[in-house]
């Protein structure tokens, strides 16, 4: 292969994440993981994500369709969505603080009403039991008993069945008499981190090798073996002093990566964009996630979504919905617009499939 340059990575970044447009089972299954955030601007994260590769895409689809995928909500390297399968290579988890006697049998008991019940809000659980409150992450005040359901979510004893409102609802997690021995396992989580997020810098690589150990924290300590096997069956190759890893069957250099000539507005955790550092990289300028910025601080606004053209993420835009219309405030990174009517085309184009995304104008 000859010489690899920045301009073949971004290339083969944008192009291996950018399939044809499939069914919604087969897109997750191809990206193996789909983050999830609760933030509806103007839809949420897996909603701006899957809407690029899943043909005829709606907003809130795979919340209603969720029932009947072979899929799970659970943590991964991030909370999201995954493939069943996929899913059951974390479980049964071990989390690194154990739970004290009171805890275990409050679990119990909720394990035993949930069963009793088959499909529970967490209000019938808070009403049922009453543990009471507890302080939350954020410093609040949170129902003790949502607590719980999300730990028990979290031990692999619950799933969640559906939403609600977009309120998890729970059901008891099924026994799984599938066996993989440990090893094959985390490679196998190693290869969908991969196989999502690819071409990857070193030092990225690391990182999300640690946030594996969240999703898989009963095997937290074999984090730098799995990490040297991966880098084992990965190419690699440094560029302007950086080291990048992907598949061992792709080809970063492949002219068949050539870019298309549509515009997209992608979602803040798109694979594309998710990793800042391999952002700034490729793109040579800083993109951040400024939703929970203080307003008076921020540079491109609450919930921009990068703009890419052609292989080039070359500005952002802030859409809202207002009274039933879409309403865009767009930046880019030169200060204004390309001059291209190419470009305005394709921005039209974008901005309409946003428009039949939102379902707006539908009589439905």
Do not use: C
Not at 29 to 54: K, N, S, W, Y
Not at 222 to 244: I, K
């Amino acid at each position: 292969m000859p010489a690899l340059t920045l301009d073949a990575l971004r290339r083969h970044a944008v192009a291996r994440t950018l399939f044809k447009p499939t069914t919604l089972p087969r897109a997750i299954e191809r990206l193996g993981f789909v983050q999830a955030d609760p933030i509806r601007a103007p839809a949420r994260a897996q909603d701006l994500t899957l809407r690029h590769r899943v043909a005829d895409y709606r907003a809130g689809e795979l919340e209603r369709r969720y029932p009947r995928l072979r899929i799970e909500e659970d943590f991964f390297v991030n909370y999201g969505f995954l493939p069943r399968a996929i899913h059951a290579l974390m479980h049964p988890r071990t989390p690194r603080q154990p739970w004290p006697a009171q805890r275990e049998r409050q679990a119990a008991e909720v394990l035993a009403f949930v069963r009793e019940r088959g499909i529970v809000h967490p209000r019938d659980v808070d009403a049922h039991f009453a543990h009471g409150k507890v302080k939350n992450w954020f410093g609040g005040s949170s129902n003790a008993s949502t607590q719980l359901l999300d730990a028990m979510h979290y031990r692999g004893l619950l799933r969640v069945a559906r939403r609600d409102g977009g309120v998890r609802l729970y059901a008891a997690r099924p026994a799984d008499e599938t066996t993989v021995e440990r090893d094959a396992a985390l490679d196998a989580l190693a290869d969908v981190i991969v196989g999502k997020y690819a071409p990857l810098p070193a030092a990225t690589l690391g990182q999300l090798m640690s946030h594996l150990g969240s999703g898989a924290p009963q095997w937290r300590d074999q984090r730098a073996a799995v990490l040297r096997r991966l880098r084992d069956r990965l190419a690699s190759a440094t560029v302007d002093g950086t080291t990048w890893y992907w598949p061992a069957d792709e080809n970063p250099a492949s002219k068949r990566h050539a870019p298309d000539d549509e515009v997209r507005l992608l979602a803040p955790f798109d694979p594309i964009v998710w990793d800042r550092r391999r952002f700034e990289l490729l793109w040579g300028w800083a993109y951040r996630f400024e939703a929970y910025t203080p307003a008076p601080k921020r540079v491109r606004g609450y919930y921009a979504l990068p703009l890419l053209w052609h292989d080039r993420v070359i500005g952002w835009g802030n859409l809202a919905l207002r009274e039933g219309r879409l309403h865009r405030e767009l930046g880019y990174v030169d200060g204004r617009a390309p001059r291209d009517a190419a470009f305005r085309r394709a921005l039209d184009d974008e901005l309409q499939r946003m428009e039949a995304f939102l379902a707006l104008g539908d009589d439905a």
